[in-house]
C-alpha cells in the first residue's frame, strides 16, 4: 500500500507501531534511516486521526511531516534550538517531543495549545503564534550561545509567506552583519519562489552543502585573499553560477549560504543535506519545497480550508458545521464591504493575508481591481492605507485585534496623527476560544481610545454591528470598529446602509438601583442580568468619544454602575467612564469589569469568559456582593 492511501483516512491507535515506540527525540535517532518512510505515513496517519477530532491546524502539519522527522533525526534536541514559526506546523514536532498522549486534549481547556509554548515543553523553545518572529528569535539564541561558549546549533525554520514580512527580512539582514552559527529553513510550501524541483535541484543542493565544495568554497577564499582582483572575480563567478540554477541571490547578498531548493518530501535528500549543513559555520539558509496538506486527498485539494479545521469525518474530509443559526460578524463585515463598494467607488479594502478569515472573499471576487492583500506585512497595510488616504481613496482595513498590535506605531504617526480618513474593521475582538492567549483581542480597546483623533466603536449585536461599520466610514477621519468571533445574539439585520449618531448609546432597558453599561459583546449577558436584578442596562456603542451624558444620567438616576467591557480593565472603557465621574466629581460608585490582568489560555470561549468573570452568572454574582456591601454599610 502506498503512503497516500495509508494516509487517506484514519487508523486505530494501537497499529502506530512504530510511532508508538517514538516518545522523544532521542527514541527517533536510534532507528536506521531506512524506517524513516515507514515512521512519517504513520505520523501523517496519526495527524489527521487525532485533528479530525478535535480540529485545529491540519494542512501545514501534514506539509512537514518528513522535515520534522528530519531535523529532530540530525539535531541534537532540545540541547539544539529548534524555532518554529508561527507554530501551526508544529503539531508533528508535538507528537515527537512527548506529547503524542496529550494529542486528544489539544486546545482544550487545561490541554495542549496549538502553538509551540515554552511553558508546556523544553522542546519548544520559543512560543510562537504571530508570524515571522523565528529568525530574530533563533539570532538571539545563536548570540547567546556565542556569550556564553555553548555550542550548539541554532535553527528557525520559517513558511513562505511569513518570510514576506518585514521582521524577517529585517533579521535576517541583522544575522548577515553578525556572522552567527545559525541555520534558517524556508519552508516553501506555495511554490511561491521557485519552480517545481527535480532531482537535478536535489543532487545540486547536496553538492552544495558537502564538505568537499565547503573547502573548496572557503579554502579559494583564504588563498585568493591577497589579490583583491581575482577574489572579487572568483566571487561574481561563484554567484553567478548559482544564480542560473536557483533563486538564492538574495539570500547570498544578506550574508547567507544559500543551500536550495530540494524536496521536503524526501527524506533521504533532507537529512543528507541537513547533516552536511549542521557541519557548516556562519548563516546558511536551506530552501525545502513542500506540499501543504501532503498525503490527505482533501487538504491537498483545498489547502486554505483545510488550514484551519473544525472535527470532522476522516475518510470523507466532511467538517462539523459550526454552530450558529445567523451570520457570524467576520460574515456582516462582508457583506457591509461589497455593499458599501457598490455605493461608493472610492471605497477600498487592505488585509494583512486573512483574506478568508476576515470574510473578504466575495469582495475580492467582485472588485479586483479595489482589493489589496498585502501578505503578513501589518505595519505596511497601515500605512499604505494612509497614503492611498491622503490622496482621496476611502480605505477599509480588515485586520484582526491581536495582528493590529502589530502597527501601532503606524496606527498613531501615520493615520492618527495626520487625521487621515481610513476605517479599520477589527475583528476577532476579545477571547477566541482554541486559538487561546497569542491571538485574543484583549487590548484594542485600551491602546486605541489613547489616540487623538480616533473613534473607536463596540457594536452590542450584528445589527449594529454594520450600522457602526457604516458610521465609521462615513467619519472623515481614523474610526475603529472592533467585534467579536463568531455570531452575536441572533439579531435582525437591516440591509440598507444606515448610521447612527457619532458619540451617542442608548437605553436598551430601564430598572432601578444598578445601571449595567455594556460596550459591545457583552451587551447579551448584561441584559440577562438584568432581568434578574431588575437593572438598567445601556449600550454605550462608543468607547471614543464617550456618551459622556449619557453616563451623567445614569449616574445621577442609580447608585451603583457597572460598566462591561471583554478587554482588559486597565485603560479601557471602564476606565473612560471613570476618568469622566472623577472630573465630574460625581460620588456613584462604579465597579470595572472586563478581562483579567492576565493572559487567559485556550478553551472554549464560553469557559474563558467564565475564567474572565464575564459570563451571565458571574457578573450577577459581583453585583449581588456589592449591593449587600452597601446595605451592610447602610445598616451600620
Not at 52 to 72: K, M, N, Q, Y
Not at 175 to 182: E, S, Y
Not at 401 to 416: G, K, P
Request: with cysteine.
Amino acid at each position: 500500500m502506498s503512503e497516500q492511501q495509508q494516509s487517506s483516512g484514519s487508523e486505530a491507535p494501537g497499529t502506530f507501531k512504530l510511532l508508538n515506540s517514538i516518545e522523544y527525540p532521542g527514541d527517533l535517532r536510534l532507528l536506521p534511516p531506512e524506517r524513516l518512510p515507514l515512521l512519517a505515513t504513520e505520523l501523517r496517519s496519526f495527524l489527521i486521526d487525532t485533528v479530525s477530532r478535535t480540529g485545529g491546524h491540519l494542512a501545514a502539519g501534514l506539509g512537514v511531516v518528513e522535515l520534522t522527522i528530519a531535523l529532530h533525526y540530525v539535531l541534537n534536541t532540545p540541547e539544539d534550538r529548534l524555532v518554529w514559526d508561527v507554530g501551526h506546523q508544529a503539531y508533528p514536532h508535538k507528537i515527537l517531543t512527548g506529547r503524542r498522549e496529550r494529542m486528544n486534549t489539544l486546545r482544550q481547556q487545561g490541554g495542549i495549545s496549538g502553538f509551540p509554548r515554552r511553558e508546556e515543553s523544553d522542546y519548544d523553545t520559543f512560543g510562537t503564534g504571530h508570524s515571522s518572529t523565528s529568525i530574530g528569535a533563533a539570532l538571539g539564541m545563536a548570540a547567546a550561545a556565542k556569550r556564553l561558549q555553548v555550542k550548539r546549533k541554532v535553527v528557525a525554520v520559517i513558511g513562505d509567506a511569513a518570510m514576506g514580512a518585514g521582521m524577517a527580512f529585517e533579521a535576517l539582514n541583522h544575522a548577515g552583519a553578525l556572522d552567527l552559527d545559525l541555520l534558517v529553513v524556508l519552508n516553501d510550501n506555495d511554490m511561491s519562489i521557485s519552480d517545481p524541483v527535480g532531482a537535478f535541484r536535489n543532487h545540486l543542493a547536496r553538492l552544495l552543502s558537502s564538505k568537499v565544495y565547503t573547502r573548496v568554497r572557503e579554502g579559494g577564499k583564504s588563498a585568493l585573499s591577497n589579490l583583491p582582483q581575482i577574489s572579487e572575480l572568483v566571487g561574481r563567478w561563484e554567484e553567478h553560477m548559482k544564480g542560473m540554477v536557483m533563486p538564492g541571490t538574495l539570500f547570498e547578498e544578506l550574508g547567507f549560504n544559500y543551500i536550495g531548493p530540494i524536496d521536503g518530501h524526501d527524506l533521504e535528500t533532507l537529512t543528507a543535506t541537513l547533516q552536511n549543513m549542521k557541519a557548516m559555520q556562519g548563516p546558511r539558509l536551506l530552501h525545502v519545497v513542500t506540499q501543504k496538506g501532503r498525503g490527505y486527498k482533501p487538504a491537498e485539494g483545498n489547502p486554505r480550508a483545510y488550514h484551519g479545521v473544525t472535527p470532522f469525518d476522516p475518510k470523507t474530509g466532511k467538517m462539523d458545521k459550526k454552530s450558529g443559526a445567523g451570520p457570524s460578524y467576520t460574515e456582516i463585515f462582508g457583506h457591509w464591504l461589497c455593499d458599501a463598494a457598490s455605493a461608493d467607488k472610492r471605497l477600498v479594502a487592505i488585509t494583512p493575508a486573512m483574506c478568508s478569515g476576515s470574510g473578504m472573499v466575495q469582495f475580492a471576487e467582485r472588485f479586483p481591481d479595489r482589493y489589496y492583500d498585502v501578505g503578513i506585512a501589518e505595519q505596511h497595510a497601515v500605512t499604505f492605507a494612509a497614503g492611498l488616504a491622503c490622496d482621496g481613496v476611502k480605505p477599509v482595513v480588515a485586520i484582526y485585534s491581536t495582528f493590529l498590535q502589530r502597527a501601532y506605531d503606524q496606527l498613531i504617526h501615520d493615520v492618527a496623527l495626520q487625521n487621515l480618513d481610513v476605517t479599520f474593521a477589527v475583528d476577532r475582538a476579545g477571547q477566541v476560544g482554541a486559538d487561546g492567549a497569542t491571538h485574543a483581542g484583549s487590548f484594542d480597546l485600551s491602546y486605541a481610545r489613547c489616540i487623538p483623533n480616533m473613534v473607536v466603536m463596540a457594536p452590542g449585536d450584528e445589527n449594529e454591528c454594520r450600522k457602526l461599520l457604516q458610521t465609521a466610514y462615513q467619519h472623515e477621519g481614523p474610526a475603529l470598529v472592533r467585534y467579536p468571533r463568531g455570531g452575536g445574539c441572533g439579531a435582525q439585520v437591516v440591509e440598507e446602509l444606515e448610521t447612527l449618531p457619532l458619540g451617542k448609546g442608548e437605553i436598551r432597558r430601564s430598572g432601578q438601583e444598578v445601571a449595567i453599561l455594556a460596550f459591545g459583546s457583552p451587551l447579551d449577558a448584561a441584559l440577562k442580568v438584568a432581568e434578574k436584578l431588575d437593572a438598567t442596562v445601556a449600550n454605550m456603542r462608543f468607547v471614543k468619544p464617550l456618551d459622556e451624558a449619557l453616563v451623567r444620567q445614569l449616574a445621577d438616576g442609580h447608585r451603583l454602575l457597572i460598566t462591561l467591557e471583554e478587554n482588559v480593565i486597565q485603560g479601557g472603557a471602564g476606565s473612560a467612564v471613570n476618568e469622566y465621574l472623577a472630573a465630574i466629581q460625581h460620588q456613584v460608585r462604579a465597579i470595572n469589569l472586563g478581562l483579567p490582568d492576565q493572559f487567559i489560555e485556550h478553551a472554549s470561549p464560553a469557559e474563558q469568559l467564565h475564567e474572565a468573570g464575564l459570563d451571565p452568572d458571574s457578573i450577577l454574582a459581583v453585583i449581588e456582593r456589592a449591593l449587600e456591601a452597601d446595605s451592610n454599610r447602610a445598616v451600620g
